[in-house]
């Protein structure tokens, strides 16, 4: 096995931050998901919608 490099150690984010990112992520997902594809991705146009599920038919 290797050692974990020290840089890998260290969270990109803290608790807090995770657990609100989660709570949005579950309360307002479009929002949410719209925001995380704009902030990591680049995209020729903007969308329409950010999701199209039926949750009652998964």
């Known amino acids: 096995m290797y050692p974990i490099a ?3 150690r ?3 984010i803290d608790e807090k931050t995770y657990l609100a990112m ?3 992520s579950i309360e307002n997902s479009d929002v949410f998901w719209s ?5 990591f991705l680049d995209w020729d ?3 329409d919608s950010t ?3 039926d949750y009652t038919r998964v």
């Open 35 to 39: 925001k995380k594809a704009k902030e």
């Open 6 to 8: 020290k840089s890998d």
């Open 51 to 53: 999701s199209n599920v």
């Open 45 to 47: 146009k903007d969308w």
């Open 22 to 24: 989660y709570q949005e």
């Open 10 to 12: 260290t969270p990109l």
